[in-house]
């Protein structure tokens, strides 16, 4: 199958597309933030592969050590995102840039490569189920029902570290922690910040913007984590339904 993809390089970001939102002519606030973080990790081996297209068609991994999420482990790739949607889905894109993926952990010497799921699929995490078709499998699980998925080339596996499993922090308040790594935060942080404001609901948001904070967050984490009286909720974005689900509690 002869297709056209593209890397992203400091040479190349400021140009190209990031897939989640197409946008040629309009400034977009989450767009700017992402394309700023993605200046600094690329440099640190993080990869976004996408179809040389205007689609909603890429994959973004990089090596656990330098990824944003409280998972550790030894020489292995952390895949953040895997999408092929719209029109350019179930035409065998997903296929190829799993494949890519996996050809460059082995290239590269790599232990495996590691994703975050859960027992029920979650919207706002790559599919799991696609992923155990190449071999993927649960090594380890929270007590409200996340799994880290690995696909192991030497038997070794990661895990979540401990403290994600703690599942608790003492504020009772809406607690959102995020990073600016999913051009969809921005808005969705605006949205809850109106809802919040009318309905006299206190909310925190609280900015994970280095490597240790991320490493040392109180929940599993792929750029968003919700908490609502102490208790940890969801990585979901949240739209006005699910947030209200939350506030019920």
Known sequence: MDIDFVNLTIENLVNEHLCCIIRSKKPHPGID???QWLSDRLKEGHVFRKLNAKATVFIEYAPLETAWVPITGD??????CLWATG???GKGYGKLLMEYCLADAKEKGKSGVCMLGAKKQKSFLSDQSFAKKFGFEVVD?????????????????PKFAQNAKKEEIESQELTIYYDIQCPFVYQNMETIKQYCETNDVPVSFIHVDTLQK?????????????????????VNLLDIPYLKRILKK
């Open 75 to 80: 020489n292995y790739y952390y895949l953040y």
């Open 214 to 234: 991320a490493k040392e967050l109180p929940c599993v984490f792929n750029n968003w984590g919700v908490f609502y009286k102490g208790s940890f909720e969801t």
């Open 87 to 89: 029109s350019h889905k």
């Open 33 to 35: 933030a992402k394309k």
């Open 141 to 157: 699980t929270t007590d409200n029902g996340y799994e880290l998925l690995a696909l192991s080339f030497d038997g070794t596996t």
